[in-house]
């Protein structure tokens, strides 16, 4: 069950690239290290292939009978045994987090208590400099809308990416401007429709092809002058 709850909540995080980027970023994360599930448990894979804000990782999740601690200590025994290398731990409640980093790859181990031990997450990346980052998309997004996470996804042939972006705007006006846009871009609107349970949002459902789209548009929790947009984009 937790691990279940871990990869819905993951599914959510979706990507498309072109094919080219597509192969490239799976030939990065082929060599990336690929940790086992720790001891008197097991792991599952959340995603193979993904970039989060352009930096290409990959992700698992785990459950394991051990605690926290326990889960910790075994993966920085097994790090250091790597060689003389970065390794540091930190809490972010309920979070007992292991970071490592070498010359090559980053890895990062998040871990919390169940009642049947532990469950958390061993991502990893490669070691890339901020310069070789960006964030970019090709779903169309009118101006204004800026960017503020992009996850994207290479996983299995499914090609899908989830963005979050925020706007100064209304949520009305940017519908209508996601709305207008898609449709010049050859998308079709399938459904619009207020939120049921956000006051001055709304939703948007569009299609090209093979390509499907749900758009989330609603007042900014943080910010409630401005506009946040979260778009799923699935293309296969």
């Known amino acids: 069950m937790p691990i279940q709850i871990l990869r819905i909540g993951a599914v959510l995080l979706v990507l498309l690239v072109l094919p080219a980027n597509a192969e490239?970023?799976?030939r990065t994360t082929?060599?990336?290290p690929d940790l086992a599930a720790p001891p008197n448990g097991s792991a599952q894979w959340i995603a193979r292939s993904m970039r989060m804000n352009g930096l290409p990782m990959t992700l698992k999740a785990f459950e394991s009978r051990l605690s926290p601690d326990a889960v910790l200590n075994h993966y920085e025994s097994q790090l250091k045994s790597l060689g003389s290398h970065d390794v540091r731990r930190s809490m972010n409640s309920p979070w007992r987090v292991l970071m490592f980093k070498s010359h090559d790859h980053f890895v990062t181990v998040h871990a919390r208590p169940v009642?049947?031990?532990?469950e958390g997450t061993i991502l990893v990346s490669p070691a890339l400099g901020p310069d070789a980052l960006r964030l970019h998309t090709e779903?169309?997004?009118p101006p204004g809308a800026r960017i503020v996470n992009l996850q994207q996804y290479d996983d299995a042939g499914i090609q899908s990416e989830h963005i979050s972006l925020s706007s100064d705007r209304t949520p009305f006006a940017e519908a209508q401007a996601f709305s207008q846009l898609l449709i010049t871009s050859g998308w079709n609107i399938i459904d619009t429709r207020p939120t049921q349970q956000v006051h001055r949002g709304?939703?948007?459902e569009a299609q090209r092809q093979?390509?499907?789209a749900l758009l989330v548009i609603l007042?900014?929790?943080?910010r409630p002058a401005?506009?946040?947009?979260?778009i799923t984009w699935k293309k296969s």
């Open 24 to 26: 490239r970023l799976a």
């Open 30 to 32: 082929a060599h990336l």
């Open 115 to 118: 009642a049947a031990g532990s």
């Open 139 to 141: 779903f169309p997004r």
């Open 202 to 204: 709304f939703v948007l």
């Open 210 to 212: 093979s390509e499907q």
């Open 219 to 222: 007042p900014d929790a943080a």
């Open 226 to 230: 401005n506009t946040a947009v979260v």
